[in-house]
């Protein structure tokens, strides 16, 4: 074979490999803009979920909060209701001993008269 004919396949191997490697570079480039294309929406998409996120959290904690200061306020009008159903019950103890004591006094003072009224059971009359 002739030198120039030799030389002539080696220029032409060599355009065609570096129109090849061109190819595959700008093929790559390509391909990398579109993985950074999809990385962005990536991250703009873990964006807004973080956001949704960060709002669902706060709500959570917001009724949380009401919840327990919801049970505290009712805990709160159960301890006055149970505190004014003692004072309650023992003024009822009080009046119903001040009674006793009164017909204990009217017995003593006048026997024949107590008998006519009720002894006792809270001012209910008997049938």
């Known amino acids: 074979m002739k030198t120039w004919l030799i030389v002539l396949i080696v220029v032409v191997a060599v355009v065609v490999l570096a129109a090849l490697a061109l190819v595959a570079a700008r093929r790559n480039r390509v391909a990398g803009l579109r993985k950074r294309e999809q990385a962005r929406e990536h991250l703009q998409d873990s964006r807004v979920h973080s956001a949704q996120a960060d709002r669902e959290q706060a709500l959570a904690e917001e009724q949380a909060a009401r919840a327990r200061r919801e049970l505290a306020e009712a805990q709160e009008r159960a ?34 008269l107590t008998t006519e009224q009720p002894r006792g059971d809270g001012g209910a009359t008997r049938r």
């Open 79 to 112: 301890a006055r209701a149970e505190t004014e159903a003692r004072e309650r019950a023992g003024s009822a103890q009080e009046h119903r001993a001040t009674a006793q004591e009164l017909q204990a006094k009217a017995e003593k003072i006048a026997p024949d």
